[in-house]
Structure formats: C-alpha cells, structure tokens
C-alpha cells in the first residue's frame, strides 16, 4: 500500500464508450502524474500536475483528457479510444515536481479498449 | 538527457547477490541516480537514490564510480520475490521520470 489508490483496477470498454479512471492519494502531495505502460514498453509519462495546475502534456492525443480538481485527486477522462489505447494506466505522486523527488505509483488501471 | 543502458534480462538464484549495472552518460556531478522496482501489474516501488560513490538501505546498495558513467545495484541474498523489472532513473532535470526499458530480473529456486 502505497497511498496512491486507483479505481477501477480493470476496465473494458468500447470505442465509442466514455469513462474516467480516478486516482487519489493520501500522502499530502503537491505533484501528480498520469503514466501509460503499454505491454513490453517503458512507462510513458502522459500528463504531470503541480498545485492542480497542469504542467506538462507529453503530446497524448486529445481522446484522454485529464482533470486535477484539488491536489488529492487526478482523474483522466477517456472517449472515442482505440484499441491501442489498451494498457496499464498508472498515477504517481510526489512531494514535489523535480525528478528527484521518490514518486509514489498507484496499483493501475487495466483498460481494454474493444 | 542522460541515456541510460540496462541488461535486458538477468537470472539468479536464491540467496545469491545480484548486481544489475546501469550505464549512464553526461550525468552532471550533483545529479542523483534513482532506481525503481516493478512487479507485474503493479506501479513502479522506489529502492534507492544517491550520488555519492555508495549508497546502502535496507533493500539495497546503490555503488557509483568516479568517474559517474554508470552505477551499479546491488541485492544482496535475492529470494524469489525479487522477482520483478528493475529501472535505472538519473535526474534528466525534468519534472518527471524516463523510463527505459529496465531488467527483468527472475530469481529461480
């Protein structure tokens, strides 16, 4: 247990389908991060928060729209996907936004997009 | 940007000490050097992070030469939960992490 907590853990949706995964974390951070990790692929960083201000769009496609609405909780709205959109979508937080600071994963959500 | 080179895999067995080299060109003198462990279906676990020339924890020990071109972790007595993808992070000076590819460690019994 991390203090990052994500909802749903799995998801299967259809291409016209619209969803949102949601995290939350507990540990009084100031950063949050969206990550996608797509099988056998590194951890593509999608989207980053400071102060529920959006600070970096890692040139992610209009479909996933992200939401910061207080610094606990980040949601990432998805609609009209494609089936390579299905991946492990993971949120992180830390203390702050520098790279150095250690970053806290939640367990995932598994989408599968049909 | 520091690019990083990891083994792709590596096999050890139980009880012995697995060394996984990351190597890692123009790392300023300053930056730290973090690695991160990732269990299948999980999310990324920090281990260690340092700068300096040895690093140790409960988990772990983190050796960087002198001359910063790599770093080398260390798990000592490996069991077989320490299965698991082991990522190689140094500070890029951006606001979040690069990910590689990292390597997949599989302890047998």
């Known amino acids: 247990e991390t203090g990052v907590t994500q909802t749903p853990r799995h998801l299967v949706m259809g291409m016209t389908n619209k969803k949102s995964l949601k995290c939350e974390q507990h540990?009084?951070?100031?950063?949050m991060y969206w990550y996608k990790q797509s099988a056998k692929k590194p951890l593509e960083l999608m989207f980053v928060?400071?102060?529920?201000?959006?600070?970096e769009n890692n040139s992610v496609p209009s479909r996933f729209s992200p939401e910061c609405p207080n610094s606990s909780h980040l949601f990432l709205h998805l609609h009209t996907l494609q089936p390579e959109d299905s991946a492990l979508y993971l949120c992180?937080?830390?203390?702050?936004?520098?790279?150095?600071?250690?970053?806290?994963f939640g367990p995932g959500t598994r989408l599968t997009v049909l | 940007l520091a690019k990083t080179t990891q083994p792709i895999s590596m096999d050890s067995y139980e009880g012995q000490e697995v060394n996984i080299t990351c190597s890692h060109n123009?790392?300023?003198?300053?930056?730290?050097i973090t690695w991160y462990q990732q269990f299948p279906s999980q999310g990324p676990r920090f281990i260690i992070q340092?700068?300096?020339t040895k690093v140790t924890n409960e988990v772990a020990s983190l050796f960087i030469p002198a001359d910063r071109k790599s770093s080398t972790l260390s798990l000592p007595r490996v069991s077989l939960s320490d299965t698991a993808v082991y990522y190689c992070?140094?500070?890029?000076?951006?606001?979040?992490?690069?990910f590689g590819s990292g390597t997949r460690l599989q302890v047998q019994p």
């Open positions: 992180a937080s830390s203390p702050q936004i520098p790279s150095t600071d250690t970053q806290y």
């Open positions: 540990l009084g951070h100031n950063a």
């Open positions: 928060y400071s102060l529920e201000e959006r600070v």
């Open positions: 123009n790392i300023a003198t300053n930056d730290y």
């Open positions: 340092g700068y300096k």
């Open positions: 992070l140094p500070d890029t000076g951006r606001r979040a992490l690069t």
